[in-house]
């Protein structure tokens, strides 16, 4: 007997602690199908200036209050209108808790226009281009673009901007924004092929002078050939910057003719063969046809700059690289700054080439 009545001591021991905590209450929180708001108001809004929220349980009562009415009036059956810039919250509450809403108004600036930085692309196997845009103006609000490709098995397009070149061919990507639209032609060329150079020339060249013209700094015929010996295809003939007489020094450069306009997609240089005192990189300069207007005077062209391209002065052969811009071109000058200086005073070349695009 003793034992239970130990034991009936006990429990109500612990009974009567229990009641000194509060009671576990669960609060009925609303559920509202989004939790921040973005509208717009200005005469270009249109419908975009209110929005239908839903809050559940369905048939439960609720009370909506807007933090700030001069931004966004709210009705009890959750119908937000646009009022004014600025930023607030809708507050939905139910008997014993509540849900915030956070709601940005801003005035709706429509989009006149947009350029893209490029109207072509070139592009390989798996190749990613970068396109960027610029609005008009540049506050616009609505700015989504729409982009396709006329053959998505030779170009993706993405709506960020990026293209991704797939197989050879040609495609037509056109970005849009309702009624304004622009385009840009993509092409995935074969491998280039080196340029034949039966067509290709030396501005100016004089047989008869070591002197320099409007295609090259100087030569040394006597010493490998001559300026010539740079488009002959023979790596056992060179061009030699003028080393008697009047010895020439840094920079040295010299202009081919290619004889038509391409489309270059590398160019290749060779140094004297065995001789590792000449230069450790040059420049590229291309130029269209349409901008050599004063043929004798190559300083007035239109040169656009193609980059610092590496060389190495101790290996022979042909070192072939890249032009990032795949530039059309009739025109291409060598340029060897003194930044590129070898062991003396003298840039040698045993032979350049330019590899091409075909259609």
């Not at 280039?192 to 015929?221: F, H, L």
């Not at 391409?262 to 230069?279: E, K, L, P, Y």
């Amino acid at each position: 007997m003793n034992y239970f009545k130990y034991l009936t001591i006990v429990m109500l021991a612990i009974l009567a602690a229990c009641n000194n905590f509060d009671p576990f209450v669960v609060t009925e929180k609303p559920y509202v199908n989004q939790t921040s708001v973005q509208l717009y108001v200005g005469p270009h809004a249109g419908d975009r200036n209110t929005i239908q929220l839903v809050s559940s349980p369905a048939g439960k009562s609720y009370v909506w209050t807007s933090q700030d009415p001069t931004v966004v009036t709210v009705t009890q059956s959750g119908l937000l209108t646009a009022v004014g810039e600025g930023i607030t919250t809708v507050t939905i509450a139910s008997d014993d808790d509540k849900t915030v809403v956070d709601v940005n108004v801003k005035e709706f600036i429509p989009l006149t226009g947009f350029t893209l930085s490029t109207q072509s692309v070139i592009g390989f196997w798996q190749d990613k281009t970068r396109v960027f845009v610029t609005y008009t103006p540049e506050n616009a609000t609505d700015v989504n673009l729409e982009w396709s490709s006329s053959n998505r098995n030779v170009a993706e397009a993405y709506n960020n901007g990026l293209i991704k070149t797939l197989e050879e061919g040609r495609a037509t990507v056109t970005v849009k924004h309702g009624n304004i639209e622009q385009t840009i032609d993509v092409w995935v060329p074969a491998p280039p092929v080196k340029m034949s150079k039966a067509g290709w020339s030396i501005p100016g060249y004089d047989p008869n002078s070591d002197d320099g013209t409007i295609g090259y700094s100087s030569q040394q015929r006597s010493d490998g050939g001559g300026v010539p010996s740079i488009i002959d295809d023979n790596l056992n003939t060179y061009w030699h910057a003028r080393w008697s007489g009047a010895a020439s020094n840094y920079p040295h450069w010299f202009i081919i003719d290619l004889g038509e306009e391409v489309t270059i997609a590398q160019v290749g240089m060779a140094r004297r063969t065995g001789d590792n005192r000449g230069q450790k990189g040059y420049q590229v300069f291309t130029c269209l046809a349409s901008g050599a207007v004063n043929l004798s005077d190559p300083n007035t062209w239109d040169w656009q700059d193609q980059g610092d391209i590496p060389f190495d002065s101790n290996r022979d052969g042909i070192q072939i690289q890249p032009l990032s811009k795949f530039p059309q071109a009739r025109y291409v000058k060598v340029y060897i700054a003194d930044k590129y200086r070898g062991s003396n005073n003298f840039a040698m070349v045993g032979d350049f080439s330019v590899y091409i695009f075909k259609d």
